[in-house]
């Protein structure tokens, strides 16, 4: 190969590096300011049904939730903290079949009123 070529593949790959380093630290930073913003986050995190309600603002969503019975309400205000189906079910007495069952069911019923 000749000078001007490898020079060419030099230039090429340095270009490339800094294209992948400027990209590894933007993203670096945006999963900071992600992190930063789950910690202010975590102390407004809804923990019981009322909660729950309380921070619905779209009318007909919260008129539907008012619809649905309590234990469905307490399965989806736990998913939203974390938990997996089989803890949830060990909570609430249902199977995770149950679960997973009335979830699908709120979530059919949402997407009709939606």
């Given at each position: 190969?000749?000078?001007?070529?490898?020079?060419?593949?030099?230039?090429?790959?340095?270009?490339?590096?800094?294209?992948?380093?400027?990209?590894?630290?933007?993203?670096?930073?945006?999963?900071?300011?992600?992190?930063?913003?789950?910690?202010?986050?975590?102390?407004?995190?809804?923990?019981?049904?009322?909660?729950?309600?309380?921070?619905?603002?779209?009318e007909n969503l919260y008129r539907a939730l008012l619809t649905v019975d309590r234990r469905t309400l307490q399965i989806l205000v736990m998913k939203m903290q974390g938990y997996s189906t089989k803890e949830i079910s060990?909570?609430?007495?249902?199977?995770?079949?149950?679960?997973?069952?009335?979830?699908?069911?709120?979530?059919?019923?949402?997407?009709?009123?939606?």
């Amino acid at each position: 190969m000749d000078e001007d070529t490898i020079g060419q593949i030099r230039i090429d790959d340095r270009a490339d590096f800094n294209s992948n380093r400027r990209f590894c630290h933007w993203t670096s930073n945006f999963g900071e300011y992600l992190e930063g913003m789950a910690d202010r986050e975590r102390s407004d995190e809804v923990k019981t049904v009322e909660d729950l309600l309380d921070e619905i603002e779209n009318e007909n969503l919260y008129r539907a939730l008012l619809t649905v019975d309590r234990r469905t309400l307490q399965i989806l205000v736990m998913k939203m903290q974390g938990y997996s189906t089989k803890e949830i079910s060990s909570v609430v007495g249902l199977t995770t079949g149950a679960i997973y069952a009335r979830l699908d069911h709120l979530r059919k019923k949402l997407r009709k009123i939606l």
